[in-house]
């Protein structure tokens, strides 16, 4: 699983996760949110991307995503429930690393892409249970930059 860093690169898994612990550990006493949210684009196939915030907050942030190529999704319904399962196993992941560092206390949100306007709204309730019956608080648009101003700029 190769990660995006806008200033260092391409990163593992590992690697990103060491930077997001050593961006922490330089200002400890700030608070810190974790936001993983998932965009996607379709064109001859979908292009899926899984972007993870971290947010000092009043601070600033920085930000890594990962880009998964799947085949043409034409249904709204399958492209938003494959976007959330995406960022919730990319989330339980984090969340576990986290536990096993001495970072239990970090919340970690999962930013989906749907809101109250347009297609996606019948879509709400379903999504937002699967993530918070996975133990993530959610968040949907306008709140959900994680997937629709982070992700969405990489989908292009």
Same mark, same amino acid.
């Given at each position: 699983m190769?990660?995006?860093?806008?200033?260092?690169?391409?990163?593992?898994?590992?690697?990103?996760?060491?930077?997001?612990?050593?961006?922490?550990?330089?200002?400890?006493?700030?608070?810190?949110?974790?936001?993983?949210?998932?965009?996607?684009?379709?064109? $001859?196939?979908t292009?899926? #991307?899984?972007? =993870? !915030?971290?947010?000092?907050?009043g601070? %600033?942030?920085?930000?890594?995503?990962?880009?998964?190529?799947?085949?043409?999704?034409?249904?709204?319904?399958?492209k938003?429930?494959?976007?959330?399962?995406?960022?919730?196993?990319?989330?339980?992941q984090?969340?576990?690393?986290?536990?096993e560092?001495?970072?239990?206390?970090?919340?970690?949100?999962i930013?989906?892409?749907?809101?109250?306007?347009? $297609?996606?709204?019948?879509? #709400?309730?379903? =999504? !937002?249970?699967?993530?918070?019956?996975? %133990?993530?608080?959610?968040?949907?648009?306008?709140?959900?930059?994680?997937?629709?101003?982070?992700?969405?700029?990489?989908?292009?």
């Open positions: 190769v990660f995006i860093s806008p200033s260092k690169g391409r990163l593992s898994f590992d690697k990103m996760m060491k930077d997001i612990t050593e961006y922490i550990k330089g200002l400890p006493l700030s608070s810190y949110k974790i936001i993983i949210g998932t965009d996607s684009m379709v064109r $001859e196939e292009c899926f #991307i899984t972007a =993870v !915030v971290v947010h000092r907050l601070k %600033g942030a920085r930000y890594y995503y990962r880009k998964i190529k799947h085949r043409k999704i034409k249904s709204i319904r399958q938003v429930f494959y976007e959330t399962a995406l960022s919730l196993e990319l989330g339980g984090i969340a576990k690393f986290f536990s560092s001495g970072f239990a206390e970090l919340q970690v949100e930013h989906i892409d749907v809101g109250l306007q347009g $297609e996606t709204k019948s879509l #709400i309730k379903e =999504v !937002v249970g699967m993530v918070t019956g996975s %133990g993530f608080q959610a968040k949907i648009k306008p709140e959900a930059y994680g997937a629709s101003s982070v992700a969405d700029k990489h989908t292009k």
